[in-house]
């Protein structure tokens, strides 16, 4: 299968993924709602997440296992990947659903038996999460299934990038999206630096996106405008269910928004163009041209006095000012005539 395939070809529009991740609230209605609620915001696809707390971590109380700051702070892992989790006996229904609604429907899998479990789903490609990145043994076992990757590369360094990047192609497969993810829930928008994303589609070789966190469409809409071919945003039904993702998710009104803005942004980039449009041309009359700019008696010389370049534009191109202002006129010319070769001997 190939990018192409999963619908985000070179030349297509940036392809946009509501991420689904625990804003479901431990109700599956509320998925399924999420999941038609993103189709009516304007989503392209509908991103999942599949594991158990048990796949994903141990239940342990000691020191490593304890969240010690940010939105999270006081739980272990096991407790809040127990909140957060997609049960598996969703998975299928929800599949169908985003199939249903003309989404295009995946998962994140964070161990072997969760790629096993997608490939009985036909997942049409897999998404490595941030914390994730370092796994080589799952992306290397994604990467075999043969379908195109996408992994956020948040808490990545440089060479954590290319160690997973050579890693699928090892295993042959060169269907690579790498997205620019800032590890922070949520995110401060000055921690987004966007060149990154710019700078890996060149270092690796790949095409690229956004994975975003920030509040608001400001760093979507700028990651498109910066050549992102896919962007990821969490998305919640509505934020009064409240859920582990909420302080950095995007209701129906706002995703809404974020897509019309990126619509927007690819409508300004266009397509490299040097020949104008018909509006634009009609236009041209109110640019600059040749006039005279006072009375002038025929046999009179053209000079820096009687013309000008001035607006509008139906005189003759000022490139002949030069050589006009050398000549002298062979009939009377009323102030505000825009010259042509007829008035000039």
Same mark, same amino acid.
């Given at each position: 299968m190939k990018i192409e395939d999963f619908g985000m070809s070179k030349n297509s529009r940036t392809f946009i993924i509501a991420e689904l991740s625990a804003n479901h609230n431990g109700d599956k209605q509320v998925a399924?709602?999420?999941i038609r609620a993103a189709k009516k915001a304007g989503a392209d696809a509908i991103k999942l997440q599949t594991y158990t707390p048990d796949t994903i971590t141990i239940d342990c109380e000691n020191e490593y296992f304890q969240i010690k700051e940010g939105l999270w702070e006081g739980k272990t892992l096991y407790e809040l990947y127990g909140e957060a989790y997609t049960p598996l006996e969703w998975?299928?229904?929800?599949?169908?659903?985003?199939?249903?609604e003309g989404l295009i429907c995946f998962s994140s899998p964070f161990d072997k038996t969760a790629v096993d479990f997608l490939e009985e789903l036909n997942t049409p490609a897999y998404k490595i999460a941030s914390f994730e990145i370092q796994d080589i043994p799952l992306i290397e076992y994604a990467a075999s299934k043969g379908k195109p990757i996408i992994m956020s590369t948040g808490i990545a360094?440089?060479?954590?990038?290319?160690?997973?990047?050579?890693?699928?192609?090892?295993?042959?497969?060169?269907?690579i999206i790498l997205l620019k993810c800032t590890s922070s829930y949520p995110a401060p928008i000055e921690l987004a630096n966007l060149r990154t994303m710019v700078d890996m589609k060149q270092r690796f070789g790949v095409e690229v996106g956004l994975s975003d966190h920030t509040l608001g469409n400001t760093v979507p809409i700028v990651a498109t405008s910066l050549g992102a071919k896919v962007i990821e945003k969490h998305f919640i039904l509505d934020?009064?269910?409240?859920?582990?993702? %909420?302080?950095?998710?995007?209701?129906? /009104?706002? #995703? +809404?928004?974020?897509?019309?803005?990126?619509?927007?942004?690819?409508?300004?980039l266009g397509e490299v163009q040097y020949n104008i449009s018909e509006k634009v041309k009609s236009n041209k009359k109110f640019g600059?041209?040749?006039?005279? %700019?006072?009375?002038?008696?025929?046999? /009179?010389? #053209? +000079?820096?006095?009687?013309?000008?370049?001035?607006?509008?534009?139906?005189?003759?191109?000022?490139?002949?000012?030069?050589?006009?202002?050398?000549?002298?006129?062979?009939?009377?010319?009323?102030?505000?005539t825009p010259l042509n070769w007829d008035l000039i001997d």
């Amino acid at each position: 299968m190939k990018i192409e395939d999963f619908g985000m070809s070179k030349n297509s529009r940036t392809f946009i993924i509501a991420e689904l991740s625990a804003n479901h609230n431990g109700d599956k209605q509320v998925a399924i709602d999420t999941i038609r609620a993103a189709k009516k915001a304007g989503a392209d696809a509908i991103k999942l997440q599949t594991y158990t707390p048990d796949t994903i971590t141990i239940d342990c109380e000691n020191e490593y296992f304890q969240i010690k700051e940010g939105l999270w702070e006081g739980k272990t892992l096991y407790e809040l990947y127990g909140e957060a989790y997609t049960p598996l006996e969703w998975q299928e229904e929800l599949f169908e659903v985003a199939k249903k609604e003309g989404l295009i429907c995946f998962s994140s899998p964070f161990d072997k038996t969760a790629v096993d479990f997608l490939e009985e789903l036909n997942t049409p490609a897999y998404k490595i999460a941030s914390f994730e990145i370092q796994d080589i043994p799952l992306i290397e076992y994604a990467a075999s299934k043969g379908k195109p990757i996408i992994m956020s590369t948040g808490i990545a360094t440089e060479k954590d990038i290319k160690l997973a990047v050579d890693t699928c192609r090892k295993v042959g497969n060169k269907e690579i999206i790498l997205l620019k993810c800032t590890s922070s829930y949520p995110a401060p928008i000055e921690l987004a630096n966007l060149r990154t994303m710019v700078d890996m589609k060149q270092r690796f070789g790949v095409e690229v996106g956004l994975s975003d966190h920030t509040l608001g469409n400001t760093v979507p809409i700028v990651a498109t405008s910066l050549g992102a071919k896919v962007i990821e945003k969490h998305f919640i039904l509505d934020k009064s269910i409240g859920g582990p993702d %909420v302080d950095f998710s995007l209701d129906l /009104e706002e #995703f +809404t928004l974020m897509v019309k803005g990126v619509r927007k942004a690819e409508k300004a980039l266009g397509e490299v163009q040097y020949n104008i449009s018909e509006k634009v041309k009609s236009n041209k009359k109110f640019g600059r041209s040749l006039f005279a %700019v006072k009375n002038i008696k025929k046999g /009179e010389p #053209f +000079t820096r006095e009687n013309v000008r370049s001035i607006r509008p534009g139906y005189g003759l191109h000022p490139k002949y000012y030069y050589k006009v202002i050398r000549k002298v006129a062979n009939i009377e010319i009323a102030k505000g005539t825009p010259l042509n070769w007829d008035l000039i001997d």
